[in-house]
């Protein structure tokens, strides 16, 4: 009877479950219907970036990009090699194209800008990038332990083993990119002025500008000795996973004004403003997290270990103390007990003989009792 009644209740939940699956997956279908027939393809956008997903095949990979930096979780390595970059003390000779494309602000970049040691191959810069947010929202794409920055400066290179930034960008080892912090200082920083004074030029979507060269190493941070590596992908569609990440810990300040400038200058489409161009953190899925240098939790280990063994230290005494004061009470109790047992014992032996078997049992409690205070 009993075992009717569970093979019926199992039958509805194994029937409640399969029809719940069969709607979940006629949803997921219309969606990519849906963001077939209205072209996604070509018109994606930072508001609904679920529609990436189905859209671009990449973009649901286990190796994407932006992550969240744990850095509780970042291995240390020593052995990676520090950079080298070359050619990025560009002269006032050169002209940089500088476009809103209605995704991002970019920075044309030429080909004598490299990275020559660091990797396995050498590479080259193709353009540089920026991703923000608003006044109150901060849009860097990699957070660190879930903090987002104001802003965050990517600079896109290409394995010179292959032809262009086309080609190299669907090889596994195709791209570097460089990923800079942007923060909030007091002053105007010179080096970004030499891009924000030309923002208003190309407010409007598609449109672009000529600037004169600068060093643009100056638009990293001071120290790129210490950076985190890891493997990920484009951040914006197709989501290529062929980016070897450099995100540095050191980060760039530009001043408020300045962010403004960024926030609240460029026009997307429908003269839309062009802000938060920032994606989601995805998923590690196991990828490891490397850092060139020790972080809070690597350098802890050296430096938290006295502080863990007084921590533990103090755990111990405030153990020993409970242990007397326990003991004294159980000592009081056993104490108090004895006496009442004895004089208990007087009184019974007076009328019945035959009482032992309190006699038993009273040690046999006392005994558990000490057990349980060793424990403690
Ligand atoms: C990235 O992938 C390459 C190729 O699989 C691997 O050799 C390398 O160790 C990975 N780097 C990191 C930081 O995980
Ligand atoms: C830089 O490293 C320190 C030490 O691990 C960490 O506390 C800090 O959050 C890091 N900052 C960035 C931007 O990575
Ligand atoms: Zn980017």
């Known amino acids: 009877m009993l075992l009717d009644i569970l093979l019926i209740l199992h039958l509805q939940v194994l029937v409640i ?55 509780d979780k970042v291995s ?27 995704h991002t602000l970019q920075l044309s970049l030429p080909s004598s800008m490299r990275i020559m040691r660091g990797f396995d191959q050498v590479f080259v810069a193709a353009q540089l990038h920026f991703h923000w947010g608003t006044k109150e929202v901060p849009g860097s794409e990699h957070t660190i332990d879930n903090v987002h920055f104001p802003a965050e400066i990517h600079v896109v290179h290409y394995n010179t083993k292959y032809a262009n930034l086309a080609e190299a960008a669907r090889k596994a080892d195709g791209l570097a ?97 062009l802000s938060k161009n920032f994606r989601a953190p995805q998923l590690l899925h196991g990828r490891k997290v490397l850092a060139s240098f020790h ?11 006295p502080a863990e063994t007084e921590d533990s230290n103090t755990m111990e005494s405030s153990g020993h103390i409970l242990t007397i004061v326990f003991g004294a009470l159980f000592a009081v109790t056993l104490l108090v007990f004895s006496v009442y047992t004895y004089r208990q014992r007087k009184k019974y032996s007076k009328f019945k003989k035959d009482s032992k078997q309190n006699v038993i049992y009273k040690p046999a409690v006392v005994d558990m009792d000490q057990t349980s205070v060793t424990v403690t």
């Open 177 to 273: 990119v460089l990923g800079g912090f942007i923060g909030i200082g007091l002053h105007d920083n010179d080096n970004y002025e030499k891009i924000m004074s030309a923002l208003s030029d190309i407010s409007i979507e598609e449109s672009d500008t000529e600037i004169p060269g600068f060093n643009v190493r100056h638009l990293l941070p001071d120290s790129l000795d210490r950076f985190y590596r890891y493997n990920g992908s484009l951040t914006t569609p197709p989501c290529f996973q062929t980016v070897s990440w450099t995100v540095f810990n050191d980060s760039i300040r530009v001043s408020r004004r300045q962010l403004a400038a960024l926030e609240d200058t460029l026009k997307t489409e429908h003269n839309k403003l």
């Open 76 to 102: 240390y390595d020593p052995k990676l090699p520090p950079l080298k970059l070359e050619g990025y003390d560009l002269t006032g000779s050169t002209a940089l194209t500088l476009i809103n494309n209605g």
């Open 295 to 305: 972080t809070g939790r690597t350098l802890g280990k050296a430096k938290a270990l």
């Open 17 to 71: 479950a399969s029809s719940s699956s069969a709607e979940e997956d006629g949803s997921s279908e219309r969606e990519a219907e849906h963001s077939k027939g209205s072209s996604h393809q070509h018109h994606w956008g930072y508001h609904d970036q679920e529609l990436w997903l189905s859209a671009f095949e990449h973009c649901s990979g286990k190796s994407q990009s932006p992550i969240n930096i744990d850095t």
